[in-house]
């Protein structure tokens, strides 16, 4: 008798060693709610990989940051993707929140960009780009406005949307590149002249661009927006000519968003392959259709719509922390508040 039980546990333990053995390692990644990725690529990599990938979408980046904070050391995922170099400034002691990734990638992404987060040995720059101004070329016939100064004549009194920076990423990215160009002493009163030539403020980007903005039946010609977005009129509409155009108006700030291993991840084996494969050509090169972002790789070859998407190569840092954003959100609202 004590022969077969063994013989049955014997048997039972072989079975399900193989079942593990064939099962597939599951990989987590919390991140926003824009993150996107062509499901056949995903798919690829899963398969090649013998790793199941699920994706947690957790609203904006200030919101997936909330959750890892919460549950530092504890982590709900094993990589975190879409902190930017906005949100990093939240992270008091980045040892704490990430492990190290120890990955070979000064070769892959530019100095320029890996300097947008202070210690790059934690987050990997995948992305970036660039919050300006939109118009609808289609509604006037004057020449659009050319400057950050331009916005303030009276021509352009009631035909510009900005979004709320303190619930807005663009909305905020746009206050820190008039605070780029103006200076901490001028940006008040520029904000001040803004209102007092009837700015639209509006919640998010959704609302500005689908609701306000004329190109899609507001009533407002001029909107913060991306520099991608008229490239993606192109590639939604099969246009050559997208309906609407960009201005630079000035120094821009430009957003960074990177990936991490979470501490306390179980999976980090698999997490490192997943970051190298963000930094792939393939994941590289679906960039600009799925999230209508720039990558951080040089030099790739990417569709031809994506001209309409600028280049900007005069980039502006600017020097900040936390308590500076807390502060410039602060003297904001008390200026445009009714």
Request: net charge negative; charged share 20%.
């Amino acid at each position: 008798m004590c022969k077969f039980i063994l013989t049955i546990l014997f048997c039972f333990s072989v079975t399900l060693v193989g079942c593990q053995n064939n099962s597939k390692s599951v990989l987590t990644m919390l991140t926003h709610d824009s993150f996107d990725i062509k499901q056949d690529i995903l798919d690829d990599f899963s398969k090649k990989n013998n790793l199941k990938v699920e994706i947690i979408k957790a609203g904006d980046a200030n919101q997936v940051l909330t959750r890892v904070l919460l549950n530092a050391g504890n982590p709900e995922a094993d990589l975190i993707f879409g902190i930017d170099n906005i949100a990093y400034k939240r992270i008091e002691k980045i040892d704490e929140l990430f492990i190290p990734h120890e990955l070979e990638i000064t070769d892959i992404i530019s100095r320029n960009i890996l300097n947008e987060f202070n210690d790059h040995s934690y987050l990997v720059p995948i992305d970036y780009g660039f919050v300006n101004i939109n118009y609808d070329q289609a509604l006037y016939n004057i020449n659009p406005p050319a400057s950050y100064d331009d916005l303030i004549l009276n021509k352009w009194n009631g035909k510009f949307i900005v979004l709320d920076p303190s619930m807005s990423s663009p909305g905020l990215q746009f206050l820190i590149s008039t605070i780029l160009h103006f200076g901490e002493d001028r940006w008040q009163d520029y904000w001040k002249a803004l209102k007092k030539n009837d700015v639209l403020i509006v919640d998010g980007w959704e609302t500005g661009y689908y609701t306000h903005f004329s190109h899609n039946g507001g009533n407002r010609p001029l909107v913060v927006s991306y520099t991608t977005s008229p490239a993606a009129e192109a590639f939604f509409g099969n246009l050559t000519d997208p309906p609407t155009k960009n201005i630079i108006p000035g120094k821009l700030f430009r957003q960074v968003e990177s990936v991490g291993i979470l501490k306390g991840s179980r999976n980090i084996v698999n997490a490192k392959k997943f970051i190298k494969f963000m930094l792939s050509d393939k994941f590289q090169k679906q960039i600009p259709e799925t999230m209508f972002v720039y990558p951080v790789r040089e030099n790739l070859k990417l569709p031809i719509w994506w001209q309409h998407a600028p280049q900007i190569t005069d980039i502006s840092k600017i020097e900040f922390n936390n308590q500076d954003l807390q502060r410039w959100i602060v003297e904001w609202s008390k200026i445009m508040r009714y």
